[in-house]
């Protein structure tokens, strides 16, 4: 770790009551936005909380996104309270700051913030068994149902537009127009068949123009290491709260099944690795229905597959026009560690076609379970 981010992570914990001395830092997680620390500390017995700085030059209402996390947490606490369970282990604990604020600001302007870290748990960047597919299903269709009797309109909307294709159209249209980082010419096939597909991309909008999907709280980034399993690897916790806010289920379910019928890493580089895995796609989907089934409308259903199509499509746009840019908004490690990214999302799309009918089945099928 470069010394200089030890060293603000280091300063900003005097802030917020952990402890009598902070022991160590280090730091946890493969995030592409925030920069997470595991932090341990001593008080009589040692404790760990988890100190994220918040990305504010993508979160810009770092205000509005921790009152979000806020009522959201709350929410789910006074849910877990009435049936007897300890809300501190099943959703995220905010820790104030000393002065009782939700965050704090470091004196170059950088927003910080810590939770309980929830031990005994594991997060998956690569899921490895139906179980755990089958308990990540369970945990985001649980956590949109218990969202749902909380009122959207206490939430802001932290990033418009997130899961708007066609926004994300229109954004890589303008990379394409600036060509900032000179880097056009090299992704011209990959442009053509983005292009290709751009109005067969639209069936969740269509369907959203026709009043026909409901609005509800969801996460938005239901990535398969978003979900805190336990030992056993039945469900703990939902994390990575930030962007929960009003959106269509599909997007969660697509975004979900994106990370789980991936063999390989998102960023895989062999694209022969990256094959989909239809036991963890099935496996998730039966989860996330026993628990989704009953508040989801007919015409949510049907969104479902349309999200399980979109989701990686998206995401190659958003890497791609990220590439194009010059990598800005996501952390990249090398070079052209965003080509990798877009190139394994568009694999996924190409096999994600070719199982259309097989998939699509698997989903119907999971509905009458
Ligand atoms: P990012 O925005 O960088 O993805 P996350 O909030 O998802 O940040 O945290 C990164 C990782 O840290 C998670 O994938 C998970 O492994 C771990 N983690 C996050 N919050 C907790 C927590 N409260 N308790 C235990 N582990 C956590
Ligand atoms: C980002 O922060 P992280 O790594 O959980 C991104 C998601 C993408 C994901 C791709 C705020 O999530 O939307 O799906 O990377 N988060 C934001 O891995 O843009
Ligand atoms: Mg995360």
Not at 227 to 243: M, R
Request: charged content about 25%; proline content about 2%; glycine content about 6%.
């Amino acid at each position: 770790m470069s010394s200089l981010i030890f060293e603000e992570a280091k300063k900003v914990t005097n802030g917020f009551n952990l402890g009598e001395e902070v022991v160590d830092i280090e730091r946890f997680g493969s995030g592409h936005i925030n920069e997470t620390f595991r932090v341990t500390s001593r008080n009589g017995s040692v404790k760990s909380y988890l100190l994220q700085k918040i990305n504010h030059h993508i979160f810009t209402n770092v205000d509005g996104l921790m009152n979000n996390i806020n009522i959201v947490t709350n929410h789910l606490k006074s849910l877990y309270n009435t049936i007897g369970l300890d809300g501190e282990k099943h959703t995220l604990t905010i820790i104030p700051t000393k002065s009782g604020d939700l965050y704090c600001q470091d004196d170059k302007g950088d927003y910080w913030r810590v939770f309980i870290l929830i031990e005994g748990t594991k997060s998956y960047d690569i899921v490895e068994t139906t179980k755990q597919a089958y308990s990540g299903g369970q945990a985001f269709g649980k956590f949109q149902k218990q969202l749902s009797t909380l009122d959207a309109n206490k939430l802001v909307e932290v990033l418009p537009n997130f899961h708007n294709i066609d926004f994300r159209m229109a954004n890589l249209r303008k990379a394409i127009s600036a060509n900032k980082a000179n880097r056009l010419d090299e992704v011209q096939d990959i442009l053509n068949y983005i292009f290709e597909r751009e109005e067969r991309m639209r069936n969740i909008i269509k369907m959203s123009e026709k009043n026909e999907l409901p609005l509800r709280i969801t996460h938005n980034d239901t990535k398969f290491n978003n979900v805190l399993l336990d030992q056993d690897d039945n469900v703990q916790c939902v994390i990575d709260l930030d962007t929960v806010m009003p959106g269509y289920v599909a997007y969660d379910f697509g975004d979900a099944i994106r990370t789980i019928i991936n063999s390989a890493a998102e960023d895989e580089k062999c694209l022969d690795k990256v094959v989909l895995n239809i036991p963890l796609f099935k496996a998730y989907a039966e989860g996330y229905l026993s628990e989704a089934k009953d508040f989801l409308t007919e015409k949510e259903i049907e969104s479902l597959w349309y999200g399980v199509l979109l989701l990686p499509y998206m995401q190659a746009v958003r890497f791609l026009s990220d590439y194009i840019d010059g990598d800005l908004y996501y952390k990249t490690h090398y070079a052209d560690h965003n080509l990798v990214r877009t190139k394994t999302q568009i694999k996924l799309v190409k096999e994600l076609e070719l199982h259309e009918e097989e998939l699509s089945s698997i989903l119907n099928t999971a509905l009458v379970k």
